[in-house]
């Protein structure tokens, strides 16, 4: 008799985790679930909220019926990610926390530790995306050794895993998965990536876990808690200025998910496809060209506003998500180019058509 697939589900203390977890269990597997701390944080009434949601997490172990871990990762998470947060800021950029924090938190150290430390055959989280395995074939996965050259070998990596949004267009949040490596991504299951949220209230209501339903949605930024950090950003002046519009953005060496680069982009060097640089927003068509060091230029097709250094250009193709870069350089404004063309035409416009040109004054040479 073949033994329980083993699976160690992410728990965060919210509704969607905690769905997940059950999912699995409905799927027959063996299921631990796991809290993990990564900051020390009070709210406005000096309680520490990420002991609630442990609480919630532990509630949530209990209701399932499965063993429940807790384990702390504030050291790492201010090495990899708090500073790095910090050192952007100083340069005058605007970081992305979560999709740095998903790269080396919860699919590096959770999945290492899910792996080595508890055995488990796969991981999973409440995130709203999919790949294009099957369970069985995500059990099937073995260990790939992380490549030392600047680009992975096409053949070294044979079907290779593909990051796929999730049915729920409006919540999909493979934005903040762009950066996962392929060897933890063929690991993970994704249960809540076919289904919508309301549908995942539904079924946390039949199932006693209300304790989680009334809970606040967590808005991103893990080490600020539920506070919407993003939208703190945007509350600049709500204005359409050109100053505010580009079209043109150079990324770091950018991060491939299935295939780095793409077939299509290193045979023609060019490659259409679309990006986005915020959650949710729409997806914006582009053209991008490849450099030798893995950077790439993003030409848009159209100007689009509030573009910032620091931020991650993530790239899709369809319903897969290709993978992002950090967006390092930006083109000139479409305020920059409209005084340039203003200028240009002033200096190519004959002073006699001019109707400043006033009476006894010679044509400029």
Known sequence: MQALRHVVCALSGGVDSAVAALLLRRRGYQVTGVFMKNWDSLDE???????????????????????FHQVSYVKEYWNDVFSDFLNEYEKGRTPNPDIVCNKHIKFSCFF?????????????????????????????????????????????????????????????QTFFLSQVSQDALRRTIFPLGGLTKEFVKKIAAENRLHHVLQKKESMGMCFIGKRNFEHFLLQAPRT??????????????????????????????MMECHFRFRHQMALVPCVLTLNQDGTVWVTAVQAVRALATGQFAVFYKGDECLGSGKILRLGPSAYTLQKGQRR??????????????????????
């Open 240 to 269: 359409d200025h050109p100053a505010l519009y580009r079209d043109l953005l150079r990324t770091s060496r950018v991060h491939w998910i299935a295939e780095e680069p793409p077939a299509a982009l290193v045979r023609d060097k």
């Open 112 to 172: 290492h530790y899910a792996v080595d430390n508890l055995g488990a055959d796969a991981i999973a989280t409440g995130h709203y995306a999919r790949t294009s395995l099957e369970d069985e074939e995500v059990f099937e996965q073995k260990h790939v050794k992380k490549p030392e050259g600047l680009f992975r070998n096409r053949f070294e990596v044979r079907n290779a895993v593909k990051l796929l949004q999730a049915a729920d267009s409006f919540k999909d």
């Open 45 to 67: 009434h000096g309680v520490c909220t990420a002991d609630k949601d442990c609480e919630d997490a532990y509630r949530v172990c209990q209701i399932l019926d499965i063993p």
């Open 344 to 365: 240009a035409g002033m200096a190519t416009e004959s002073p006699s058509d001019s109707p400043e040109d006033g009476p006894g004054l010679s044509p400029l040479l």
